[in-house]
């Protein structure tokens, strides 16, 4: 239960006749109005729920509610916007651009007690779940129709389906099944007015109009709070092959890509990462290293559906070719389970090794080539002083970009540093029409870097969307933009 | 060239200090600043670009126009919001619900004469293409290259791509692959003002805030005219098995889906019709039955990925239970094509048939055969004088429902009844939380049915977007709304 303080962003905005002299307070409106345990001040409380994983903003929200179910997100948002009070929705904070940071004394609302996953519909293949269900625990219940939600990503076991539906979650088989936006058939929203949306149920046809759904998907929680979703299924995954190349250099792992994609083979995944994430991995998490010894500069990750026609031969040519300097298939699931650990892990063992500073970008697949040689370059020629590591989903054009703090920088100096290649990196994706955030979203993080992807008069466009949901831009503010 | 005459609609807008006394004719603008054959006004040409399909509307557009390139259709919306003067975009017009109908005066912009098609890039599996490229020729063009663009339905020698983005266009083989959204990964827009958006060009991962480009499909033109566009492809489909079974009623076609959801196969279409819209089929286009003799009441038409493991032992069993009364395979690419035939003609013999009246709903997957079955129940009880045929695409829970005209009635009393059907078929639908245009939109036809599938709030939603976009209701006004 919330004590009787005043919040941080208490302010009376406008009113109608009929609300003038109204003085509740805000937080006795909470008490009366809704269960003892449904808001939180508790300090431990606001410093955890007010961040996700990105650390550099300090959370400073004014209280945490946790609402059971939709009616009460609704008298809540209504009860917000009537104080105009600001509100940050809240999932599983395992973003990585500060989506989800409460900084200035805002109240995050957490679904994470709406976590409510309903039986599989076996014949439709979808499944209604709330949005605080864990991805994981999705994914599992599914299964256990046989079924899956192909979103896949290394924090599933924190993420929460709504966090993903917001971000229009990426991951590791985009590249086979795309990302989150596909796997939606509909979502139940609530808006900062208490309204209560539902946007096309369960149909998999429905063109009556803009599809309004697709403007939540990926609006980072800027535009209403998605608390039900919809979610189509596939069929499970249940044979693949793993295998685990090393290659001589970038470009060897972009004709291989290319290579790949003319063969007789289903790609599920296509991943790659250089030397130093693999070394990294290795030692960080003390796993075995794929090859005895390796000359390798870039690995890839490659998984396909089992079939075997014409897959060996394949891969022999590229070995006699020499493109493929090295090469493993996982023998057994676990086997498969070991390889992907090496490239699950890399974001974690990155993070252990030293301080880093993190970008996510995407380029038109065709253009990855020319992109990292001239990132390489780049880096080679302004800023040798810094330690390149990355890694990414190349079927999505999409490259996780690390810089890692040297021990002989001091931060201040390797943050300043960082500013001044990430200008220098953002006119470069700029250059190849790519993207400043290919998956992790603008949240509090990119702002500044938006123009690059962005024009203005879209940007623009984007402002007037979020007024027509929230005119008083009481929804996450300051998110994607100020 | 246009002759100096006024048009329908020219009115005058608020001007800014700069236009106060600004006289020039609008069509002296457009002689003098576009090429001579760009504008026509030519009856028959005005006849023929001021409709679409739909047989109910007559056309009266003031103009036609035809730009070879984006800028001209930039330049030309300019002109027309300066004037004040409305437009409907236009593609191949084979749309079935008015949505390119010019019936108020509008200039018709046909977008036929860009229709470019780019080189296919195998690496990013996309192609670049004008939006008057004609769907069958993009197709044509991939398959040099062994990928498709997968959104394929019977209209496609005449639609073009712009009017399938606009439309969303659905098809035959959603279930594999979805509707046209999943396939679109940038497009080139152009606003009532002019503005030209370059929306997420050939990114496969973008989460830099609001993905517009969603806004723009399935947007029926109402927002901005579609100029390009970015397709992704995927590999052509070169090897499959088509099968075609009759059943005893619409039920068992329900339990045989739900049978083909479970079994070993890959479905990649998934077609029912009724026993009349197979007489229909056989007569009209004097079709070789695919039974010599047959009871059934309700057929499907399946197509799977060629795979042969347990598919035989799977449909014998279904033989042996009853639930398949009699089924051929294809024995060749052109069995396949012929059996394809029987199900690609039915709307046109419908057409040729008699006099009807079309609907085109969509429900749940899981709950067609409630739906179904109140619908039959329904027509039986109240609407017996009606002939009532059906047929559609059972994996998306999507129904083109026929009534035709017996030749005992009057066109204007069925014309009445079938408004009454509408109406309790549409409420039907909206109790089974469906759609009233599952894939042929709302356009001109559907636009007093739209509340049986959206929801007051959400159509305001919809009108203050269409008004970011184009606040003085010029781009194809009365369309999806007033």
Redesign the interface.
């Known amino acids: 239960m919330c004590p009787q303080a005043q919040p941080f962003l208490l302010r009376v905005v406008k009113r109608g006749h009929k609300n003038i002299g109204m003085k509740i307070n805000f937080w006795s409106a909470i008490s009366n109005s809704f269960p003892k345990d449904f808001c939180s001040r508790d300090a431990q409380i606001l410093e955890t729920y007010g961040r996700d994983w990105t650390t550099v903003f300090d959370p400073k929200p004014s209280a945490v509610v946790f609402p059971r179910q939709t009616d009460e997100v609704a008298s809540f948002l209504k009860l917000c916007l009537s104080f105009g009070v600001a509100v940050v929705p809240s999932g599983g904070r395992t973003g990585l651009a500060g989506g989800a940071v409460a900084k200035n004394g805002e109240i995050v609302v957490s679904l994470e007690r709406m976590n409510k996953v309903g039986s599989v519909?076996?014949?439709?293949?979808?499944v209604r779940v709330q949005a605080g269900a864990v991805t994981q625990a999705v994914h599992e219940h599914c299964m256990q129709a046989?079924l899956t939600w192909p979103v896949d990503f290394a924090s599933k076991g924190s993420s929460q389906i709504g966090g993903n539906i917001a971000?229009?979650a990426?991951g590791v088989r985009?590249i086979k099944y795309?990302?989150t936006?596909?796997w939606v058939l509909g979502l139940q929203i609530v808006t900062m007015a208490g309204?209560i949306?539902?946007?096309n149920?369960?149909?998999?046809?429905?063109?009556?109009?803009?599809?309004?759904k697709?403007?939540f998907?990926?609006?980072?929680g800027t535009?209403g709070i998605i608390t039900e979703a919809t979610l189509k299924l596939t069929t499970a995954l249940v044979e693949r092959d793993v295998f685990f190349f090393a290659l001589k250099d970038t470009p060897a792992v972009l004709r291989l890509?290319?290579e790949a994609?003319?063969a007789p083979i289903e790609l599920h995944a296509f991943e790659m990462f250089t030397d130093g994430c693999l070394d990294a991995v290795i030692k960080i998490m003390a796993l075995k290293p794929p090859f005895v010894e390796s000359a390798g500069k870039a690995y890839v990750l490659m998984e396909i559906k089992k079939d075997g026609q014409g897959v060996e031969e394949w891969l022999a040519g590229l070995f006699k070719d020499g493109l493929i300097m090295n090469g493993i298939m996982a023998q057994s699931e676990r086997e498969a389970r070991d390889l992907w650990a090496l490239r699950e892990n890399i974001a974690e063992s990155l993070y252990r090794t030293a301080f880093l500073h993190k970008n996510d970008i995407?380029?038109?697949?065709?253009d990855l080539d020319g992109f990292v040689s001239e990132m390489e370059d780049m880096f080679r020629k302004h800023y040798a002083k810094l330690d390149l590591y990355f890694f990414g989903?190349i079927?999505?054009?999409?490259l996780h970009i690390n810089t890692l703090k040297p021990s002989n920088l001091n931060k201040d100096d390797f943050l300043l540093a960082c500013h001044e290649t990430d200008k220098d990196l953002f006119s470069l994706v700029q250059k190849f029409?790519?993207?400043?955030?290919?998956?992790?979203?603008?949240g509090l993080l990119?702002k500044d870097s938006?123009h690059y992807?962005?024009?203005a008069?879209?940007?623009e466009?984007?402002r007037?969307?979020k007024k027509?949901?929230d005119p008083q831009g009481l929804m996450n503010p300051g998110k994607?933009?100020d």
């Open positions: 519909d076996t014949m439709a293949q979808t046989g971000t229009n990426g985009v795309g990302s936006r596909n309204d949306f539902e946007l149920g369960s149909l998999e046809k429905n063109n009556t109009g803009v599809d309004l697709q403007l998907i990926g609006s980072e535009l890509f290319y994609r003319k995407a380029v038109p697949v065709a989903h079927g999505d054009g999409n029409k790519g993207s400043v955030s290919a998956e992790h979203g603008i990119k938006l992807s962005r024009s008069v879209e940007m466009i984007m007037k969307i027509v949901f994607i933009f």
